[in-house]
């Protein structure tokens, strides 16, 4: 199975990056033989994807240095690069290639320390590989002055070095920075075709397929998820009744609390499922030993705290982000209320509450919804401004109230 199929309704990037990775794989080529590279080559080392959420920014990245580092002997008999079968296909995959180096992260930003240490790796000649690939999945959580760090290695590559960035949008890069990539966009793929890969590739039942792709407009991941897990489903249908629970500030006041509450009860549970097993390793790592009644070596405390304040940073971030989910589906129910409102033809996302939606469509007009949208952009702002998420979603759920 080629790397590509995993790229869901990106038939035009796809067919640039196959291009692309056709010229690499001649130019190395013509590097091992000695000879002279080709002139004209639509491979060049540096890439940004951009595209809104869920449309596989990360994915055609992972695809195309799968295909970069291809091994297999078809290439030689004029098969294309990324047959998804060869060790070097396989390893770029799923994250262990000595020369693909796949960095995400659950902080909040990506700081100059991180960058500098990508940077010296990207110096290096490949391993065992055809190029050395860095794969930054989160290109707009730079701070600036890892952002200038970064600018310096794209600049001046290192011969066999690709850089692939992946950012929602341009403006999320520096301007220096998106200058010296070539920029591929990603659309929202269709719903249709989110739902075939779900059946296709993860056994799901054609109607729960159908039905999360349409709840999630495209979103693949977030599709996934609400079709495989049943807690997912069960927090998104408590999201979809807060409209229905503002009608006075008492109920205004408790859904924002909920709301909060279980954001937070969400970066609580990823908390212990990682930030255990961290410590532990690092105690292991620093020499705390069981018999000395798991007392740390002098000079370690500074390690622990640093670790302690990074697994805090990540919480906030995990509770962000979950608060942000929320804020899409709101944002989704409102969309549908508003599409009802104005007579619209376009496909109705939440259609298991189809009467929920009545409800409010026949309550209100389309200004008033406009207003909500806006209540809830507003709030999503707010907390990207690091405002309390209980003062922030208050303030949205007081706005949804008045309309």
């Not at 035009?12 to 080709?38: K, N, Y």
Request: some cysteine; proline content about 5%; aromatic content about 2%.
């Amino acid at each position: 199975m080629p790397v590509w199929d995993d790229l869901v309704g990106q038939e035009r990037v796809q067919t640039q990056l196959a291009a692309a990775a056709r010229d690499a794989d001649a130019l190395v080529t013509a590097i091992s033989a000695g000879t002279e590279a080709p002139a004209a080559s639509k491979m060049t080392h540096a890439w940004l994807f951009t595209g809104p959420p869920g449309s596989g920014r990360s994915t055609a990245a992972r695809a195309f240095a799968a295909a970069l580092q291809c091994t297999s002997p078809d290439r030689a008999l004029g098969g294309e690069p990324g047959c998804g079968f060869c060790e070097g296909c396989h390893t770029t995959l799923i994250g262990t290639h000595a020369d693909v180096e796949i960095v995400r992260t659950d902080l909040l930003s990506i700081g100059v320390k991180e960058t500098r240490d990508l940077v010296r790796r990207a110096q290096l000649s490949p391993a065992v590989g055809r190029w050395q690939v860095i794969v930054l999945e989160d290109a707009d959580r730079l701070t600036e002055g890892a952002g200038n760090v970064l600018l310096k290695a794209v600049e001046e590559p290192a011969p066999r070095t690709v850089w692939l960035l992946c950012a929602p949008s341009l403006e999320d890069v520096l301007p220096t920075i998106r200058s010296r990539c070539r920029h591929l966009t990603l659309r929202t793929p269709p719903v249709a075709a989110v739902a075939d890969v779900l059946v296709r590739r993860d056994g799901i039942e054609p109607a729960v397929a159908a039905a999360a792709a349409r709840a999630t407009q495209g979103h693949i991941g977030r599709a996934r998820r609400l079709a495989t897990d049943e807690a997912a489903r069960t927090r998104r249908a408590s999201v979809l009744r807060l409209p229905l629970r503002v009608d006075d500030v008492g109920g205004c006041l408790k859904a924002a609390q909920e709301l909060v509450d279980a954001a937070a009860e969400d970066a609580k549970q990823v908390a212990e499922e990682v930030d255990t097993k961290e410590t532990e390793e690092l105690r292991a790592a620093l020499g705390a030993a069981a018999g000395t009644g798991g007392r740390m070596p002098r000079g370690t405390a500074g390690v622990m705290k640093e670790l302690e304040d990074r697994q805090k940073r990540r919480r906030t971030r995990t509770q962000r982000d979950s608060l942000d989910l929320a804020l899409t589906d709101l944002t989704g129910f409102y969309r549908d209320v508003l599409a009802l409102q104005l007579g619209s033809s376009v496909a109705i996302a939440n259609e298991e509450i189809r009467p929920d939606l009545d409800r409010i469509a026949r309550e209100s007009g389309p200004e008033r919804t406009l207003r909500r949208i806006e209540a809830i952009i507003a709030c999503r702002e707010a907390l990207d401004r690091n405002v309390a998420p209980l003062l922030a979603v208050e303030a949205m759920t007081m706005s949804l109230r008045a309309g």
